[in-house]
């Protein structure tokens, strides 16, 4: 059960801090201004518990394919990495988190333009043509739950919450993993479909960074006093 609640809380905290201010959150953020909350939360929610599924079953997976021992060396590199890695990036930025914000933001946009000036097109065809031009999954999926989805679902391929989540399953309870990282998500994505523009705007990416970079050292020296009480 401890160990359990160990995972649990590690995921809990490090995902939690990975994903406030992440170009993620700012997604949902902007998705909820522009289409029904539930429908983006739903998709964005949804695309976040499948990834985190997915990475701590790598992570899981990895300890019987590597020796437990070389595991737990590369989970302490990529703790202490990260951990480097974003304070490096909390001392560059400035206070506020408007530059990220922007460019999702304009990513969106333009994205959003391409859709739009696709559906003009599709919208002179009879309702039967539109029927058989939907692609499979929208015949069951709103548009845009599936939009929110792969946003969300793609924005995390390769992002260092990903990493670091299969890391800590590799080295900790996946069970409590998962359970952890889930609650961050739901938490995270909450928030952020709720508050919308206006509290990501007030997100301080620096801070974030920062309480991040802290965070994954943390992780990186208790990871290292396991190994050499082992």
């Known amino acids: 059960m401890s160990s359990v609640l160990q995972?649990?809380?590690?995921s809990l905290a490090m995902t939690f801090v990975s994903e406030?201010?992440?170009?993620?959150?700012?997604?949902a953020?902007?998705?909820?201004?522009?289409?029904?909350r539930r429908l983006v939360l739903a998709g964005c929610v949804s695309a976040l518990i499948v990834m985190t599924i997915l990475s701590a079953t790598v992570g899981w997976a990895a300890p019987n394919l590597i020796s437990r021992k070389w595991t737990h060396h590369i989970t302490t590199l990529l703790f202490f990495g990260f951990g480097l890695w974003s304070l490096w990036d909390g001392f560059k930025q400035g206070g506020g988190g408007s530059e990220e914000l922007a460019e999702v933001e304009a990513e969106l946009n333009s994205?959003?333009?391409?859709?739009?000036?696709?559906?003009?097109?599709?919208?002179?065809?009879?309702?039967?043509?539109?029927?058989?031009?939907?692609?499979f999954l929208t015949q069951f999926f709103s548009p845009i739950f599936l939009k929110a989805f792969s946003i969300n679902f793609f924005g995390e391929f390769g992002d260092k919450s990903q990493l670091a989540t299969i890391g800590l399953a590799a080295d900790e309870n996946p069970f409590g993993v998962v359970l952890g990282g889930i609650v961050a998500q739901l938490l995270c994505t909450t928030a952020a479909v709720i508050g919308g523009k206006s509290l990501a705007s007030q997100i301080?990416?620096?801070?974030?960074a920062l309480s991040g970079g802290m965070l994954f050292i943390i992780f990186g020296i208790q990871s290292f006093l396991n190994s050499v009480e082992t």
């Open 7 to 10: 995972g649990f809380t590690k």
């Open 20 to 27: 406030i201010g992440d170009k993620t959150f700012f997604a």
């Open 29 to 36: 953020a902007i998705l909820a201004m522009r289409y029904p």
């Open 111 to 135: 994205d959003l333009k391409a859709n739009g000036k696709a559906i003009k097109d599709n919208s002179k065809s009879g309702d039967e043509n539109k029927k058989q031009k939907r692609p």
């Open 204 to 208: 301080s990416e620096r801070i974030v």
